[in-house]
Every structure is written in structure tokens, then in C-alpha cells.
């Protein structure tokens, strides 16, 4: 239950008990967890990492380059593929520039950004489909 985790700082220890009606209930799970089982979670606060807004899975910490399509695109071909934007939203996080969501497999993010932005699901994103997505905002 996230109110059992309120307040709590990094560093401290609790002992979560969960009663059956909120875990596994009468039945439990066969050969795993018995039935009317009691959980009893041990848990400490290692580090607090904080999320992004609601509803984002990406966020940039900074102002977000005009010239962002051409830096992206860098074989300068005029067209990014899954494989080129990856590297570079990847590059941008390393560097402390953007943030992905935390807990997300990154590559499903990466990948449905990319989708998101390929607005004729051809495999790849043109400077047309970039600037139609950003002249929406």
C-alpha cells in the first residue's frame, strides 16, 4: 500500500504487513503463497528518484535545440531512422539533457516516441513529419 511508503526518507527501514483481503486473499497462489496469507515485507528506502510530470514519459532539462532535426539526422540525409533517433535521445539523457521516465523499459519509450513522430509509419522520420509534430504544441 503506497500509504505504508508515505514520508518515508532515504535510509530509513519499515516493515510493510499486508493482510490476505489486499494480497493473495483465500485462495493464495498454488505451491507458492498459502491461502489467508499474511505478507510481511522488510523494506528500506535506497534512493529517491524522481518521475517526471503526469502523462510524460520524456522530458528535456533544457531549451531544446532549434536546429533539433538536423541534429538528430547524422548522416545528414534528411531522413531518421528508429536506429539514429535512439542514439540520440540516449545521448541527450547521458548528458544530462533529457530524462526519460523511471521504472519504463527505455527502449519501448525510445521506440514509441519514434512512432509518435513517424506519421506515415514508413521506418523513418522526415524534417515535414518533425516540424508537423512540433508546430501542434
Known amino acids: 500500500r503506497s500509504s505504508d511508503l508515505q514520508n518515508m526518507c532515504v535510509g530509513e527501514k ?10 493473495y486473499g483465500e485462495a ?7 491461502g489467508s496469507a499474511v505478507l510481511v515485507f522488510d523494506i528500506e528506502l535506497l534512493e529517491l528518484v524522481s518521475g517526471l510530470p503526469e502523462g510524460y514519459m520524456f522530458i528535456w532539462n533544457e531549451e531544446v535545440s532549434p536546429n533539433l532535426f538536423e541534429e538528430i539526422d547524422k548522416d545528414k540525409n534528411g531522413e531518421v ?25 527505455t527502449a519501448k519509450i525510445i ?3 519514434f512512432k ?3 506519421r506515415n509509419e514508413d521506418g523513418k522520420i522526415t524534417e515535414e513529419e518533425f516540424k508537423l509534430e512540433r508546430s501542434e504544441e
Open 14 to 23: 519499515r516493515t510493510v504487513i499486508i493482510p490476505p483481503h489486499l494480497g
Open 28 to 34: 493464495g497462489v498454488e505451491g507458492e503463497v498459502p
Open 81 to 105: 531512422p528508429v536506429e539514429e533517433f535512439s542514439e540520440y535521445i540516449l545521448a541527450q539523457v547521458d548528458a544530462g539533457k533529457g530524462k526519460l521516465a523511471p521504472g519504463f523499459d
Open 111 to 113: 521506440e514509441n516516441m
Open 116 to 118: 509518435n513522430q513517424d
